[in-house]
């Protein structure tokens, strides 16, 4: 073998798991819903997960039915979206296309993506539902805003059948069911009151500064509907968690929350980052061209 034919390969190899590292860092150590990678363990899993153990915020919560519900305020502007499906490894998700809006206390939150959990992940009154569905949603300050929606057996609803028809079996890309438009609001229940508490994601990192807005009334699909998910995520629930201090919430968040958690890990990280990043390296060119210019 020649001594540039060594290089190369040698190149490529390096780049190779130079690729392999990142990819593996970018998706966080392993987790699931088993054994001794479960939600009891997710907090000493890695680092990043320590609030998952440590959080006094977290969610999913019990809700007994007799806490104070909200009306129906939420400013819900959705658009039909096409349904980019895919498996996670984690759960059945749907990204939503750009454009779609909740608006929370005067902030607009945009819909990112909604996925599943079975069995239901909040509980009332002790109980769970058969599934849970979450429509995740994201402020310019990169806040999380999550509306749960309890899935109960019940007639076949005709909305879902684009998403329980499409159902990816196994880890997938996100893929367009071809001709398929859904509006997020045709899968909500028509009475709109809800629960609203503070708490987390409800899987690794577990951040906490998420508001929960949970759906007092549940909507109805077909066993057959949530067969067809639970074929496939039959389990993929954590269990609830001790709501600590907090209360259930009617109205505009209370504006001394607990100072415990509230950052959302990564995302806000970032957007302090960034600007933070270019205003050094401003600073620097600016130093340096003056530099040059006294010398
Ligand atoms: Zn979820």
Known sequence: MSRNVAIRIFIVLALLLTFATAAAA???PHWSYDGDTGPA???VLAEDYALCGTGQSQSPVDIPSS???NPADLGMAYQPSAVNIFNNGHTIQVNYDPGSNLTVDGSEYQLLQYHFHAASEHTVDGSQRPM??????QNAQGKLAVVGTFLVDGAANAAYTPIFDNLPASESEPEAVPGAQVNAIDLMPGQK?????????TTPPCSEGVTWLVMNNPVEVSSEQIGAY?????HNFRPTQAMNSREFIVGQAPTTLPTTGGVLGDSSAVVWLIPLATLVLVVILISLTVRKRTA
């Open 67 to 69: 806490a104070p519900s």
């Open 230 to 234: 639970t074929a496939i995520y039959d």
């Open 132 to 137: 849970e569905i979450h429509f995740v949603h």
């Open 41 to 43: 363990f997710w907090g």
């Open 26 to 28: 970018s998706e966080g």
């Open 193 to 201: 009151t809800y629960w609203r508490y503070s708490g987390s994601l």
